[in-house]
């Protein structure tokens, strides 16, 4: 059975670049495409962004200038890169995977919180 | 973009009513919608698509419906671990875009 999960710092200073990487275990990252989904605190949620395996990507218009994400498939991994973050920028950051681009989020990690803080 | 709107916010109910959620699209679109629930401190877990097929493994008790702008999530008769936070998914063709989530507490 397939496993998502996350990790990376728990805090980023505001204007600093948050990083994250989902480890994909029981399972390959090929076939799939994998997002990020974002969370504030009390709040909705935001889709952030979709890799697929052959690396192509797809980000929120509303993130897109400060968004990268990547995929190393020796590792089973994909990372999140958001850039010159804000206060508002602080949510609970979810990995999640999908058969298609525009099929449904089948498998998601059990999130972690990134604080933006000074 | 298409805005997804639930309601209600809030929906206050008891073990063993039958309750329904709405999710109305701002415009007309094509039947694309995904239900979740999720638990607090729990990721989303997906429940129903394109907008009335159960995934495998989901009770019966759900069911989905709707086409055009207003979609429904009915729960026929609540269980005690059907207290959670519902919310609508929608996919344009380029984008991801979620309503904003109904809480369905206990009365």
């Known amino acids: 059975q397939v496993q998502l999960q996350e990790s990376g710092p728990g805090l980023v200073k505001p204007s600093e670049t948050l990083s994250l990487t989902c480890t994909v275990s029981g399972g390959s990252i090929h076939n799939f495409y994998w997002s990020w989904i974002r969370q504030p605190p009390g709040k909705g949620l935001q889709w952030i962004g979709t890799?697929?395996?052959?690396?192509?990507?797809t980000y929120n218009p509303s993130l897109k200038s400060r968004v990268t994400i990547s995929l190393d498939t020796s590792k089973n991994q994909f990372s999140l890169n958001l850039r010159s973050v804000t206060a508002a920028d602080t949510a609970f950051h979810f990995c999640?995977?999908?058969?298609?681009?525009?099929?449904?989020?089948?498998?998601w990690g059990q999130g972690i919180l990134v604080t933006v803080s000074s | 973009d298409i805005q997804m709107t639930q309601s209600p916010s809030t929906l206050s109910a008891s073990v063993g009513d039958r309750v329904t959620f709405t999710c109305r699209a701002s415009?007309?679109?094509?039947?694309?919608l995904a239900w979740y629930q999720q638990k607090p401190g729990k990721a989303p877990k997906f429940l129903i698509y394109?907008?009335?097929s159960l995934k495998s493994g989901v009770p019966s008790r759900f069911s989905g419906s709707g086409s055009g702008t207003e979609f429904t999530l009915t729960i026929g008769s609540l269980q005690p671990d059907d207290f959670a936070t519902y919310y609508c998914?929608?996919?344009?063709?380029?984008?991801?875009?979620f309503g904003q989530g109904t809480k369905l507490e206990i009365k």
């Open positions: 998914q929608h996919f344009n063709g380029y984008q991801y875009t």
């Open positions: 999640a995977r999908h058969v298609s681009f525009g099929g449904v989020f089948d498998c």
């Open positions: 415009q007309n679109f094509n039947n694309w």
């Open positions: 394109r907008p009335s």
């Open positions: 890799i697929s395996s052959s690396g192509n990507t």
